[in-house]
């Protein structure tokens, strides 16, 4: 097998799946490797701006020491955020924002194109964000580096629109897995959230990538879960009992409630902010003021700043059992919606994948805390209703039911969580739904003008055979008939959508009287015979042969029409003809199966 196939028009080649396998490993490990560096920059960074030193040693932000700077910490973000403005600003305006909103607008809206140096500018202005103290998670940003990174490579090596688009995905799904050590959900991710197609050919290269960042990312940070956790307080045995499964259930009802309004609140602010502060650095100045502002009085209030960056420290002192106060758990949850939204708003780098986790934490621990005030022999912990809490946010604000569960049972590894999070995300997702149809990535790209499908159908069209598809009301008539007889003929016999031509028993093209299908080329031509008359640019196809692989030939020979002909050896003949497929017929084939 060759490497490549022939250049088409636009010089894309298409590889096979050997050489793009190949290519997506190398997207893996460049992805790796850019999630090792980007860590790395988190760190550096916040150690510089909020003690004034230059260490990767790791610090927690969010419930670690307090900053000397004492009042002077909210300036910290504001400086940040400036910086950012002018990064942006200069090298690419699109590193802006979370990351996985800009992906899906490069999937349907932009070939899967991507400018290279998205992932040096988005690396170094989330850095600066997240590390500054903005309140947006990491996962964006990796998202979108190493979906820069596969389209650059994609694009060097000059393939097709659908192999760069899978390179991208490759990309994603192997940042999110790098993030989160999480390659099942990352694979997921990918899958429901950035892939128009799902098959063999997408999924292969998607999975070798993810792989492989996973590994670089276990070499460098250890093979644990994303949250370390003590002994769980979730048996099996209490899922059963009437009360808890109505607890998921109404827990589930909450987090779409909340998903939605931090969808919208994030909608607000992306609307407002530009149109109150016109001036970028005037908006990051505002905005990011009210950040450092936040941030001192958690500080001053209960000594830690909680809400600072993408949230993970914080997460983990939930799940760990040391917030376990309603009253704050709740105000965590409301702080965080309003803290991201302002965030992203005022124009910070970053994800708001963590941020969710992180809502989702408090207001499920902040649900288990109620359940624990009314009954204090609850047999379910606050931990466990923060993890449930996690995947259901998640769920109903991206609407990847498979990717919440996941990520989460791969973050906590605990397999008795499975069924709760199993009932609250599907009770999330739903009622996120019934408020609003647009996920929280596809509702950013509405406002922006550029809406993606709201939902993905199976392609079930492309297995459907020729015959099924093919349009069959056809003639067979001599190529050297005069015109006025051919007339005469049509009248008196009923009109065919396709005339099929033969010659010494040979087919020699076809004329269509389909008004759908139009002949540019035979305008200011007065035609004397049928051929005259002939479509030349057709294909031949067997009546077995499923429309996946009648599209692609159409497609690789830019041919008009494909004729159907009997599923039998030798060289057809026009008496073998049994149907035409153009585009009206491929149209009507996809609506059809859509609207089953």
């Known amino acids: 097998m060759s490497a490549g196939k022939d250049r088409r028009a636009d010089g894309a080649r298409e590889v096979n799946m050997v050489v793009l396998s190949v290519l997506a490993l190398a997207v893996g490990l460049a992805t790796g490797v850019g999630a090792v560096i980007f860590r790395s920059m988190l760190v550096g960074l916040h150690n510089l701006f909020f003690f004034g030193q230059f260490s990767l040693t790791p610090t927690s932000g969010a419930t670690g020491p307090l900053s000397p700077l004492g009042l002077l910490i909210i300036l910290v ?219 001192f009085l958690f500080a001053y209030f209960t000594g830690h700043y909680y809400i600072i960056g993408g949230g993970y420290d914080a997460i983990a002192a939930i799940l760990e059992g040391h917030v376990t106060t309603f009253a704050l758990l709740a105000v965590l949850c ?107 990535f596809s509702a950013e790209l509405v406002r922006r003008g550029r809406p993606v499908p709201k939902d993905r159908y199976s392609n079930l069209y492309l297995v459907r055979s020729a015959r099924e598809v093919m349009d069959s009301n056809i003639a067979v008539m001599s190529a050297e008939l005069p015109l006025a007889e051919a007339a005469q003929w049509v009248t008196e016999a009923g009109m065919p959508n396709f005339v099929v031509l033969q010659k010494e028993g040979r087919i020699r093209g076809v004329v269509s009287l389909d008004s759908r299908i139009r002949t540019p080329e035979l305008l200011g031509r007065k035609p004397e015979f049928l051929s005259d008359m002939a479509i030349s640019d057709y294909i031949v196809v067997r009546e077995n042969n499923i429309l996946e692989e009648v599209m692609r030939r159409l497609a690789e020979r830019n041919a008009k029409l494909a004729l159907v002909v009997k599923d039998k050896p030798g060289v057809p003949r026009p008496a073998d003809v049994l149907g035409i497929i153009g585009k009206p017929q491929l149209a009507d084939a996809i609506l059809k199966t859509q609207m089953r």
């Not at 988005?122 to 990491?138: D, E, F, Q």
């Not at 050590?181 to 997921?188: K, M």
């Not at 290269?205 to 003590?230: D, E």
């Open 334 to 440: 409301l702080a965080q919606v309003l803290a991201t939204s302002l965030s992203i708003g005022s124009g910070a780098s970053g994800g708001v994948f963590a941020p969710m986790l992180f809502i989702g934490a408090a207001l499920g621990g902040a649900f288990g805390a109620l359940l624990h005030l009314v009954d204090e022999s609850h047999g379910i912990g606050i931990p466990d209703y923060a993890i449930i809490g996690m995947a259901a946010v998640v769920g109903g604000g991206t609407g990847a039911a498979m990717t919440a569960i996941t990520m989460n049972f791969e973050m906590t590894r605990d397999y008795n969580i499975i069924v709760p999070l199993i009932i609250a995300v599907a009770v999330s997702i739903g009622l996120r739904r019934a408020l609003m149809r647009d996920n929280i």
């Open 77 to 295: 973000p504001v400086a940040g955020g400036l910086a950012v403005v002018w990064i942006t600003r200069r090298f690419a305006p699109e590193a802006k924002g979370g990351g996985i909103t800009d992906v899906m607008d490069a999937v349907y809206h932009r070939e899967g194109k991507i400018r290279p140096r998205v992932a040096v500018v988005k690396t170094i202005a989330s850095a600066l964000s997240i590390g500054s103290g903005a309140t947006v998670g990491r996962e964006g940003p990796i998202v979108q580096i190493g979906s820069a990174i596969g389209s650059a490579i994609a694009q060097f090596s000059h393939l097709p629109s659908w192999q760069r688009i899978t390179l991208l995905a490759a990309g994603a799904s192997a940042g999110i897995s790098a993030t989160f050590n999480t390659p099942l959900g990352a694979v997921l991710f990918a899958l429901e959230l950035i892939l128009p197609e799902i098959s063999a050919r997408t999924f292969l290269p998607v999975v070798i990538a993810t792989g492989a960042a996973t590994w670089i990312g276990r070499v460098v940070f250890g093979s644990y879960p994303a949250f370390v956790l003590p002994e769980f307080y979730f048996a099996a045995s209490e899922m059963d009992h009437i009360f808890n499964l109505g607890a998921f259930v109404v827990l589930g009802l909450l987090s779409g409630l909340v998903a939605w309004g931090f969808i919208r609140t994030l909608l607000f602010a992306g609307e407002v902010m530009p149109r109150r502060f016109p001036n970028e650095y005037m908006r990051a100045a505002v905005g990011f003021t009210g950040i450092g502002i936040a941030l």
